[in-house]
């Protein structure tokens, strides 16, 4: 039997697979389907997400196994993601033995068939302390959180849109925007990127560079020569609620980088 992974939330772009036909293929096919939900897993709770990225979101509880990390979008620390599996038989095969730490079960046991083992559980404690706090509903606090991250993206997409200095793909699915200053030439406008993103850093706003194959930006290039396979862009990734309330200040900085890059 083969395996299939879908990625629901990439975390370089936010993307996220199309689940459901992902299901409708392996049942024809018989193949496992792993949902790495590693950065994106807790929009599963927005309401604000597109009906396609919803559908997606919808039918993971469908999926063979699931890995999720509360490092990103949990409030936890990092060391607390884990692998759910659908069927807990599997454990059979991660079984370990050491009789010096658990030798009084006979039944599958977490320190014998998980890699935390004998370690203390403050990682554990914290992330249910933070469930109980902020419990993963929809329409909850939490959830709200997460609505504001992706718009606070949008925001920052349709600025990015109205702005002709730059090129950009499609609207956000999660809360990471891609974005990259127009140019002649792939080539150039790469250089740029890595210009716009030092003075953006001066500036303390600290963005990312990715990249990404220059077909992700296709339907926003006309005109570009496509010297290169691959575009250098800028990645903001507007992970915390209160990045709704800080897009204006993000913008009006980038906005000063990209005059002062284009001008020198």
């Known amino acids: 039997m083969g395996a299939v992974v879908a990625t629901m939330g ?6 996220v697979d199309p689940l459901k036909e992902i299901f409708e293929l392996s049942r024809t096919h018989r193949v496992h389907v792993h949902a790495d939900a590693a950065y994106g897993g ?3 709770l927005a309401s604000n997400l597109t009906e396609e990225t919803l ?6 509880g469908e999926a063979d196994s699931i890995v999720i990390d509360p490092h990103k979008h949990g409030l936890q620390p990092y060391g607390c993601g884990c692998i759910v599996f659908h069927d807990p038989a599997v454990g059979r095969l991660y079984k370990h033995e050491s009789p010096y730490t658990y030798f009084s079960s006979r039944e599958l046991h977490l320190g014998e068939i998980s890699l935390e083992c ?3 559980g403050a990682s554990a404690v914290a992330l249910w302390s933070t469930q109980k706090l902020l419990p993963l509903v929809r329409g909850g606090e939490f959830a709200k959180g ?7 993206a ?5 600025r990015l849109l109205g702005d002709k200095r730059f090129i950009t793909a499609f609207p956000p699915e999660l809360d990471i925007v891609v974005f990259a200053p127009r140019a002649a030439s ?4 790469s250089a740029l990127t890595r210009k716009i993103f030092d003075a953006s850093a ?8 990715a990249e990404l194959p220059t077909d992700f930006f296709a339907a926003d290039m006309a005109g570009m020569k496509r010297d290169r396979p691959a575009l250098a862009c800028l990645r903001s990734v507007l992970m915390k609620p209160e990045h709704r309330e800080w897009v204006g200040r993000i913008w009006a900085i980038l906005d000063e980088a990209t005059t002062e890059t284009l001008s020198g």
Do not use: I, M
């Open 154 to 158: 949008l925001d920052l997409h349709r």
């Open 202 to 209: 001066r500036r303390n706003l600290h963005l990312a560079v």
């Open 186 to 189: 792939v080539a150039e406008a």
């Open 118 to 120: 004998s370690r203390a």
């Open 146 to 152: 997460l609505e504001s991250c992706r718009e606070a």
């Open 42 to 44: 807790y929009f599963a």
């Open 55 to 60: 559908s997606a979101f919808k039918c993971l």
């Open 10 to 15: 990439t975390t370089a772009t936010g993307s």
